[in-house]
Each structure stands twice: as C-alpha cells, then as structure tokens.
C-alpha cells in the first residue's frame, strides 16, 4: 500500500504492509493498522481506508525463480499471461485497419 501523508508530495509518501483492519459498528471496513519503515525502522500507524492505494503488482509464473539467461523462451511464454483489456484490443484492431489503409 502507498500511505497518503499531508503536507508530502505524492511520490514521496511511505510504503507499508496492511497489518490489520478497523471495522465500524456496520462490519464494514473503516481503517487498517499498517507498518511502514520510518528512518530505518519499523513504525505502525492507523489510516483510513481513503488515506491507503493500493499497489498493483503481478507475478509471471516463474515469480522467485531464478533462470537460465542464456536460455531463449518460446515466444508464448515471453509474453504477459495477463489478458489484454478490450480498449487495448479495440486500438490494436483500429491500428490494424489503418496500417492496411495505407498500404493499399
């Protein structure tokens, strides 16, 4: 998670791990205890839920293995495994389309 600070610009606020969650009277997610490294040491802080962003990671399948460098993966397995968003797809046809308008 990416922690809101006031007064610190976006690309300077703290990284921390989500250690526990605040629950309201509702059971509906309030704020979390989170742990963030402050001067080289670990400090754990409350923030509400709008105050933490989360950070999108993806893991390929060989996440934390170590390979082969000289070794050439087949084209399949180079590409992401994640698929593709529809707008992503739509723009690859249009520029298909017009790519094929100008050769011809």
């Not at 990416?2 to 976006?10: A, C, F, I, N």
């Not at 409350?46 to 082969?68: C, F, M, S, W």
């Not at 593709?84 to 249009?94: G, I, K």
Request: net charge positive.
């Amino acid at each position: 998670m990416v922690v809101h600070e006031d007064g610190v610009k976006r690309d300077l606020w703290k990284m921390g791990v989500v250690e526990g969650l605040i629950c309201g009277r509702d059971k509906e997610v309030r704020g979390a205890h989170v742990r963030v490294i402050t001067n080289g040491r670990d400090v754990h802080i409350t923030r509400p839920v709008q105050k933490l962003y989360p950070i999108e990671v993806h893991a390929g399948p060989n996440a934390g293995k170590t390979q082969d460098r000289n070794r050439v993966q087949p084209a399949a397995l180079q590409r992401n495994s994640r698929p593709r968003r529809v707008a992503a797809l739509d723009a690859a046809r249009r520029i298909g389309r017009l790519a094929n308008q100008e050769n011809d």
